[in-house]
T-cell receptor, first 115, second 112 residues
């Protein structure tokens, strides 16, 4: 297993465009998390899936953001009508049931720049 | 609300110096505590963890002790090298929730 994979690594988009990011978790992990990290700050929780069910969403996740995990494996995070304030690193992480208290495995992130 | 407070950086040290990065938390219940490290352009790597009071997490010469009475989890290393220059994040996972709460990070710069 190669760990948590995220694609793309970098994305530059014009304001108002839609973008979609993909995350492939560690195969045996049933929990998947999305975080956002702005420059010089710690990661902030966005949303959490257990298998295909989205169980928790942060207030940070505005109506322009949507996340899916259709078959309980990979996940996508879509941002519609991007704004400059969406520029950040988007991190995906995964863990297994009963192991969440022992730490998550993070991907390398997708850096979004909205111009 | 739940939060993590870390000492602000950057922390600049010479090689072989002793490192301490302070971390305190505010959380309900009995959280698990973590230190993550982030090298430039990369995601977060779990450095060490402690899941109950008085536990000491350790890895690669780094240590941190879960102090419930002071709600602290300070990171220490006896002798630093240039290669450990990175940003360090303190975090906790509350057993009642499904998320990690992070501090703002502390940038460590080690000079030869």
């Amino acid at each position: 297993d190669t760990g948590v994979s995220q694609d793309p690594r970098h994305k530059i988009t014009k304001r108002g465009q839609n973008v979609t990011f993909r995350c492939d978790p560690i195969s045996e992990h049933n929990r998947l998390y999305w975080y956002r990290q702005t420059l010089g700050q710690g990661p902030e929780f966005l949303t959490y899936f257990q298998n295909e069910a989205q169980l928790e969403k942060s207030r940070l996740l505005s109506d322009r953001f949507s996340a899916e995990r259709p078959k309980g494996s990979f996940s996508t995070l879509e941002i519609q009508r991007t704004e400059q304030g969406d520029s950040a690193m988007y991190l995906c992480a995964s863990s297994s049931n009963g192991q969440a208290n022992y730490g998550y495995t993070f991907g390398s992130g997708t850096r979004l720049t909205v111009v | 609300g739940d939060s993590v407070t870390q000492m602000e950086g950057p922390v600049t040290l010479s090689e072989e110096a002793f490192l301490t990065i302070n971390c305190t938390y505010t959380a309900t219940g009995y959280p698990s505590l973590f230190w993550y490290v982030q090298y430039p352009g990369e995601g977060l790597q779990l450095l060490l963890k402690a899941t109950k009071a008085d536990d000491k997490g350790s890895n690669k010469g780094f240590e941190a002790t879960y102090r419930k009475e002071t709600t602290s989890f300070h990171l220490e290393k006896g002798s630093v090298q240039v290669s450990v220059s990175a940003v360090y994040f303190c975090a906790f996972h509350n057993n009642a929730g499904n998320m990690l709460t992070f501090g703002g990070g502390t940038r460590l710069m080690v000079k030869p």
